[in-house]
């Protein structure tokens, strides 16, 4: 009986011939099979696994490339109602009674089975790219009224008998995604979408041009993308490879990925129940955007490397990755980034400028702080003077005994704390009187008393970190 099922179940799939493939990335696709969508396994197992892990990190990679205002991150991430441009509410409640006689696929909120029906039209559209102004020579109202029933009511169509015409099909493909409750690339991305157009590069001296950057425009196309919910996502994905193909045959059909973002671009990303004069001087930048949509769909399905990174080290626990910034740290491999021992010749080179520091300061200190106790001695053994106060305060305006800039290395800040001169005199001289046997005797021998005197101050000082 099973067997039985199975066997029906695959003749129906014949008759369609409706082969959908959703693979992961390791999985070698037939080519001759339209693919919905290929995840990386593990940048899909963190989108459902850790919502909030992976929503954060596609908006921190997001921000990273766009300049969002607060108003509009917080219409992005959900936070806030989408603000997007408005018509009368005279069409408003035009558009509303003519959703009401609404169908399981017509003005119908997205779903995977209305995907399903609506994928026979796209199945057939694929098979005419040849037909000359497809998608813009409307088709006839009396069989698109009856391809429409026969969708409406869940039916399996055999396109291929020459009952309809492309035309007719690519009108109610058109009409389909024009009656959605919501724009397929949604109200809460709209914003995005112009930003996204305005990116540009910049020349040598940093100032922006007028240069399109395409690469982050495809890099922020593949991370909004990945926010889109998967039922858009699924037939956005289908859309452009048929408009892609399309565009690839304008010698035939003469509709180039401009022509068909003019006529595409009022049902997919105008906001619902505008008028042309609603979007300010905005149609140009969307239909462009579309057209590079189209021009580029190949590529913005798939998942940053820096993003299949992250998720992967995510789950096996080794460092992660969290933006493209990182990813460059990484020199180009694949494995998750590891905190690196300093490498033996960074060692030698810290270990000679050390010693190099060392060496200069025990010559030098070693005569200076002689020379600078027994000045010190004198100047507080006078009477309390005007004149006194004056000279102990310009001994503690002197420079720091600390090791010159050219000794100074990026290992060592430890030491580099505010000592003034005269404090630290005060220190050696005053506040050690235990001391003054050995100290004397340290002045008979400067060598001597730069390894007793210096010892815990300034010669150790380029030596720790």
């Not at 105008?270 to 905005?282: E, F, I, Y």
Request: hydrophobic share 35%; with cysteine; glycine share 4%.
């Amino acid at each position: 009986m099973a067997a039985q099922n199975v066997s029906q179940n695959n003749h129906k799939l014949d008759r369609r011939g409706t082969k959908c493939s959703v693979f992961n990335s390791q999985e070698k696709p037939n080519a001759s099979q339209p693919v919905i969508f290929n995840p990386d396994f593990f940048v899909e197992r963190l989108r459902h696994e850790h919502p909030q892990a992976f929503a954060d990190l596609i908006l921190s990679n997001i921000t990273r490339l766009i300049d969002l205002p607060g108003a509009e991150f917080s219409q992005l991430t959900g936070e806030s109602e989408p603000r997007v441009p408005s018509s009368s509410g005279f069409l408003r409640s035009l558009n509303f009674l003519k959703r009401k006689d609404k169908g399981v696929v017509f003005g119908a909120p997205l779903t995977e089975e209305g995907i399903a029906q609506i994928y026979q039209l796209i199945e057939y559209l694929s098979k005419n790219l040849q037909v000359e102004g497809l998608f813009r020579v409307p088709g006839h109202s009396l069989r698109q009224a009856a391809l429409r029933e026969m969708l409406n009511t869940g039916s399996e169509i055999d396109l291929e008998t020459g009952d309809f015409h492309p035309n007719d099909a690519a009108t109610l493909l058109k009409a389909y995604l024009g009656e959605l409750p919501e724009p397929l690339l949604t109200h809460r991305h709209y914003h995005v979408h112009l930003k996204i157009g305005e990116l540009t590069r910049f020349d040598d001296k940093g100032d922006k041009t007028n240069v399109p950057d395409k690469e982050r425009q495809i890099e922020a196309f593949q991370l909004l993308f990945m926010l889109l919910p998967p039922a858009n996502r699924s037939l956005l994905k289908l859309l452009l490879d048929l408009l892609y193909h399309t565009a690839r045959n304008q010698h035939i059909n003469k509709m180039s990925a401009i022509n068909l973002a003019t006529m595409f671009a009022p049902h997919i990303i105008w906001p619902k129940n505008v008028l042309a004069s609603d979007l300010q001087g905005n149609i140009e930048k969307l239909n462009n955007g579309v057209a590079f949509l189209i021009r580029h769909s190949q590529k913005l399905f798939k998942a940053p490397v820096y993003i299949k990174e992250y998720a992967r080290s995510y789950f096996t626990g080794s460092k992660s990755l969290q933006s493209k910034d990182d990813l460059t740290l990484c020199s180009g491999t694949k494995n998750a980034v590891t905190v690196a021992p300093p490498s033996p010749f960074m060692k030698s080179i810290e270990s000679e400028v050390s010693s190099t520091c060392t060496a200069k300061s025990s010559e030098t200190q070693t005569y200076t702080e002689t020379a600078l106790r027994e000045l010190y001695q004198q100047v507080n053994n006078m009477p309390e003077s005007a004149k006194k106060k004056k000279l102990i305060r310009q001994f503690e305006k002197q420079p720091l005994l600390t090791p010159s800039a050219e000794c100074r290395t990026p290992f060592s800040r430890k030491h580099w704390r505010s000592r003034s001169l005269g404090g630290m005199i005060k220190r050696k001289v005053l506040g050690s009187q235990v001391l003054t046997e050995k100290e004397n005797s340290s002045l008979q021998s400067p060598l001597h008393s730069s390894s007793i005197d210096g010892q815990g101050t300034e010669n150790t000082s380029c030596e720790e970190d």
